[in-house]
């Protein structure tokens, strides 16, 4: 038996099958087989290590059990047949929420530290001073490069993204609503947080982007109560 997690859309459904998955009810959720030929991504029963969370954030996170043929690729496991355990109840909007606005203060402190870097001491002062997210997006708007390439400008943006708006909105007055689902804005910042670290880095892009993802992996084991592995 292989202990993994798996997410799922609401209802315990399948994102991309539609396959609605048997809940535990006193115990564990009834076996699903795949069958015994497995493919990623095709045919089998997949889930995820709790070091690949981040690949398949959605709405309910299970922990499941996975048995028969397992074989394991980049970011998944895939199984002859599975079963779930018990709902990761702490996994709910509101940590999907707290999450991303974790990973909108995490782009903050690295613009911080890039202005500094670039000589510009009195904006990194004033948005390090910033104590909420409306006051962190003014300031960092007001240390933006006009052409938007730059941490400051990104962290301006990832607060509109935060509160379900266009990236841009904080430069007009005018906004329009994106109506994306708590997971989807925890996923959509998670990633495009540690892609913009990453991107203005001075050292490798993939070194970073690999510690921002590990900083975020820690932040939901932590939260949630989950061992990493």
């Not at 009195?122 to 409306?134: I, K, P």
């Not at 941490?151 to 990236?167: I, K, M, N, Q, Y």
Request: aromatic fraction near 8%.
């Amino acid at each position: 038996m292989t202990r993994a997690y798996k997410f799922l859309a609401h209802g315990a459904r399948g994102r991309f099958s539609e396959f609605e998955w048997p809940r535990p009810a006193g115990g564990p959720g009834e076996w699903v087989d795949a069958g015994p030929v497995l493919a990623d991504c095709a045919q089998g029963v997949h889930a995820c290590r709790v070091q690949n969370l981040l690949d398949w954030i959605d709405d309910e996170l299970w922990v499941a059990e996975l048995d028969g043929e397992v074989f394991e690729r980049e970011s998944m496991l895939v199984a002859q047949r599975g079963r779930l355990l018990e709902r990761v109840e702490a996994w709910g909007a509101e940590t999907q929420h707290a999450f991303a606005e974790a990973c909108v203060w995490r782009a903050r402190d690295a613009a911080v530290a890039r202005l500094r870097g670039s000589g510009q001491s009195n904006e990194a002062d004033a948005l390090a001073a910033a104590g909420d997210l409306a006051a962190m997006q003014a300031r960092a708007g007001e240390a933006a490069d006009p052409t938007g390439d730059d941490l400051a400008g990104f962290t301006a943006d990832s607060v509109s993204l935060l509160h379900g708006e266009r990236p841009d909105g904080w430069r007009s007055e005018e906004s329009q609503g994106l109506a994306l689902a708590p997971s989807a804005t925890a996923a959509n910042l998670g990633f495009v947080v540690a892609h913009a670290i990453a991107q203005t880095a001075d050292d490798s892009y993939e070194t970073v982007f690999a510690a921002e993802r590990d900083w975020q992996v820690q932040w939901l084991c932590a939260r949630l109560g989950l061992a990493e592995e």
